[in-house]
């Protein structure tokens, strides 16, 4: 399984043994994991990087990124451009693991909308985890868009 893992600046000057300990429990459970080693705070994709554009993370199984915030009354996880790197990275992995500290968590979407990233960021989103649709015989499709598993790792 092939694993695109992006870890944000903060992430890695604070706490960079979350991202080891991932990168290492990934290689265990047999992932080959593309990590662009000079990736830097801007999240642009480097000349040197595997990962040039959207495309690149076509075939891409698991994505792991960390939330801005989560929202307990829906399950929601923010992300900005910050934490995507790519910005089609959580729509084209097939499933995505969320990193998010227990301290980040709002109980609703009104008190999500006052975060301050609202105001500054380029672009925020809501991910809900994988969408479902059925036809009129009554079949079932999950993950009909986005990613087919999306979970969440609560820590701190």
């Not at 893992?5 to 290689?27: H, K, Q, R, S």
């Not at 990590?35 to 698991?62: E, F, I, M, N």
């Not at 009104?110 to 994988?130: C, D, I, K, M, S």
């Not at 036809?135 to 868009?145: K, R, T, Y």
């Amino acid at each position: 399984m092939r694993v695109g893992l992006f870890i944000p600046c903060y992430m890695d000057a604070f706490e960079p043994e979350v991202g080891v300990a991932t990168l290492e429990l990934l290689e265990r459970l047999g992932c080959t994991v593309e990590y662009p080693v000079d990736q830097t705070c801007c999240g642009q994709p480097r000349p040197w990087s595997t990962v040039h554009k959207p495309q690149d993370l076509a075939d891409v199984d698991v994505a792991v990124v960390r939330a801005v915030l989560g929202v307990a009354e829906s399950g929601s996880v923010l992300f900005t451009e910050a934490e995507l790197k790519v910005n089609t990275l959580a729509y084209l992995a097939q499933h995505l693991v969320v990193l998010l500290d227990e301290s980040a968590i709002v109980s609703g979407l009104q008190e999500a909308y006052l975060h301050p990233l609202f105001r500054t960021a380029r672009y925020a989103v809501f991910h809900t985890g994988p969408s479902a649709t059925a036809d009129i015989e009554g079949v079932l499709i999950h993950g009909a868009q986005g990613v087919r598993s999306l979970t969440v790792i609560v820590d701190g």
